[in-house]
């Protein structure tokens, strides 16, 4: 299942200049493509009181799971807490009766003393059982938005990679990680739910006993109120779902002005005005449509403030009416006021929060969907076992072109866009134990090639092969568990040095002999040693205690992870960029003993000379093979030429020119490759 949501800018709302500027168009969103328009914004009571069962069940079914004991002491509390008062309301007739019937004031207070105690007493052990719930529902809202997090979190974790770079699974999952806070507000509105149904269910059936008109009194007294709560719950989530991506984009500028990673640029470009610009621009277009909102709401209120006034005054006309007519006697009168407003207050409040908690729900069923759509997306779990030890891996006629080819329109891509194929017909063979190396210009596929290898993609159509088992078919944890890789733009995890070797593969212990041998094979022991806290080094700078490695300090360190991960195929693109040359002779050295004990090496790099040591050299250009062959097959004059013409490019920086010793390398001789490519 996919996601079919179209972005496009909102009819009447422009576009302004930080949006165009910054995102290249409008991150607002037409929720006319949204099914909330047509389900979950149908905020209407008769809507809610039918989903409320079902929202109640979906807050006690986290709750459960969060906290059984904390559950069960909340819902006795507010049940009993019901009861309390309704008993009390009871005791209060009672005692208006016995209050206002003949005799000496002496008399009626002894008469009416023991209904005075009932409701002292009623009123002390609801506030008795008010403070357990209380104290229950602190239990449970922390946790629930941890079991809902966990849950969200889980599901994210476990999707293919296509889905991760979707926008409009990352619109979704915005929004569901506000549904994980949604969930623990929702124990809260719950409570109150069942607090106001209780004391709802009270005063109703206190005023049913006195004079059935009575409760339909109190019914036009809350409608109007009603009604503003919703339309006000209807504007907030339909702006909150059109402007998510938008105030996404406003927190990513200001965690650029705070970080780290683009500080240096900041300031010697002075970037800092001109994001701080467009920050307070972007912050003014989300005030202007908090002030739209506010500007309605209290519009919307004025009205319903309106009609309650006329709904009440009616309410206590008529029972002034049957007080005068002699219909209702003069003590059912008294407890019939108390009943009305406590009732009023009680259906008040409970319509209320119905509407907090249908509110809240919209977003937890945003949560729901994620997971839902995660599952849908989700790797394949089990599949054909890899043979043990595999003779070759193969591609065979491997088409490939990255998602998002789409235009606004939800068009097939063109045939110009169809061109441009990340892969387009790859056939070729990777002889295991052996070191085989990926070369070509910027954008020729060789890290789409390995990524695909790696199982982080599917191919459009054909085949990946180990020896005979199609990797579409096989047990996808069992072909990523046999891979070890370090892209060129691997993760620096913000954690101690250690964890950043043994993260590597997190799934066994990490034992220090392990460790220490994955550093001395990627030369990191040295980086290690000289850090001011070895291997408990935080490498996050901005961190108490943290410090950031240089680039090869870094690059060492990933090197070191992929060697601790010790997979079967170690795909390596680019990994030797930010080392100086007697450690990038060192690493290939590496490469080649492993190669010579049995481990299959992928490497990709841009330095043509450093696969002279490879065993087999498949060259790409525009998605495809154009030829293979070992490092002195290449270079003779058979065949297409590419990898001579590259080898003879870069070779050409190094030679002496005319003018004098000094190189000079030629102008378009960067083959340096770019991701994704």
């Not at 209780?198 to 059936?205: C, F, P, R």
Request: hydrophobic fraction near 45%.
């Amino acid at each position: 299942m996919k996601l079919k949501r179209k972005q496009k800018a909102l009819d009447g709302q422009p576009l302004s200049s930080s949006e165009e500027a910054l995102f290249g168009g409008s991150l607002r969103y037409d929720l006319g493509w949204n099914k909330h328009d047509e389900a979950f914004l149908e905020l209407d009571l008769r809507a809610m009181l039918v989903r409320l069962p079902r929202l109640i069940a979906l807050t006690v079914k986290l709750a459960w799971q969060a906290d059984r004991q904390a559950l069960r002491l909340v819902a006795g509390a507010e049940i009993g807490r019901g009861i309390c008062q309704a008993i009390g309301l009871i005791a209060v007739n009672q005692a208006l009766a016995h209050l206002l019937t003949g005799g000496t004031t002496a008399q009626r207070l002894t008469s009416a003393s023991g209904a005075i105690i009932a409701a002292a007493a009623t009123a002390g052990v609801g506030a008795v059982l008010r403070a357990a719930s209380t104290a229950g529902t602190g239990r449970l809202e922390p946790k629930v938005e941890r079991v809902a997090t966990e849950q969200y979190l889980q599901h994210t974790a476990a999707v293919e990679l296509a889905a991760i770079e979707d926008d409009e699974f990352h619109r979704l999952l915005d929004s569901a990680s506000y549904g994980a806070g949604s969930a623990r507000r929702l124990v809260k509105y719950v409570q109150n739910i069942v607090s106001g149904l209780m004391s709802l269910v009270a005063a109703a059936g206190v005023l049913a006993v006195l004079h059935p008109l009575l409760i339909v009194l109190l019914i036009a007294m809350t409608v109007p109120s009603s009604w503003a709560a919703l339309t006000v719950a209807r504007r907030r989530y339909a702006s909150f779902q059109t402007w998510v991506q938008h105030s996404r984009a406003g927190q990513l500028i200001s965690r650029l002005l705070m970080s780290n990673e683009a500080a240096a640029e900041i300031r010697v470009h002075h970037v800092g005005p001109y994001l701080l610009h467009h920050f307070r621009q972007m912050s003014m277009d989300q005030e202007a449509e908090q002030h739209r909102l506010a500007h309605l709401a209290a519009r919307t209120g004025l009205i319903a403030a309106g009609w309650t006034g006329l709904a009440t005054a009616a309410a206590y006309a008529t029972l002034g009416w049957l007080l005068w007519t002699g219909t209702m006697p003069l003590s059912v009168g008294g407890t019939a006021i108390l009943a009305i407003r406590a009732g009023s207050a009680s259906l008040s409040n409970l319509v209320l929060q119905i509407n907090y908690c249908h509110e809240e729900s919209l977003f937890v069923a945003d949560l729901h969907e994620l997971c839902a759509e995660a599952t849908a997306r989700a790797i394949p779990v089990g599949g054909q076992a890899l043979p043990e030890k595999p003779r070759e891996i193969r591609f065979e006629n491997v088409v490939f072109t990255y998602p998002g080819k789409e235009d606004s329109s939800g068009a097939e891509p063109s045939a110009a866009e169809q061109g441009k194929r990340a892969l387009d017909g790859v056939d070729l063979t990777i002889p295991t134990g052996k070191i085989v190396a990926l070369c070509g210009e910027n954008g020729s596929g060789k890290s789409t090639l390995v990524k695909l290898l790696a199982g982080l993609y599917q191919p459009d159509t054909g085949r990946i092969l180990w020896d005979d088992v199609d990797t579409r078919a096989a047990d996808r944890q069992e072909l990523v568990s046999r891979i070890a890789m370090v892209s060129q733009d691997f993760y620096r995890w913000p954690f101690t040095a250690e964890v950043n070797i043994c993260i590597g593969r997190s799934d066994i212990p990490a034992t220090p002999e392990r460790r220490d041998r994955a550093a001395r094979y990627a030369g990191a022991e040295k980086v290690v040693a000289e850090l001011p806290n070895g291997w408990k080094t935080l490498l996050a700078r901005g961190y108490k205690g943290g410090h950031n490695p240089s680039g090869g300090e870094w690059q060492r360190l990933g090197i070191g992870r992929a060697h601790f991960r010790g997979g079967e195929v170690l795909i390596v693109d680019e990994p030797t960029s930010a080392l100086d040359a007697k450690a990038e002779q060192k690493l290939f050295d590496e490469f080649r003993s492993l190669a010579d004990e049995g481990q299959t090496v992928i490497l990709i790099t841009h330095r043509l000379g450093s696969v002279r040591t490879a065993d087999l050299i498949h060259v790409l250009d525009q998605g495809r093979v154009v030829e293979s062959g070992t490092f002195t097959e290449l270079l003779s004059d058979q065949g297409p030429g590419v990898f001579r013409s590259l080898y003879e490019l870069q070779a050409a920086q190094y030679r002496p020119t005319t003018t004098g010793d000094i190189p000079r390398p030629a102008a378009h001789a960067n083959t340096e490759e770019a991701a994704p490519s």
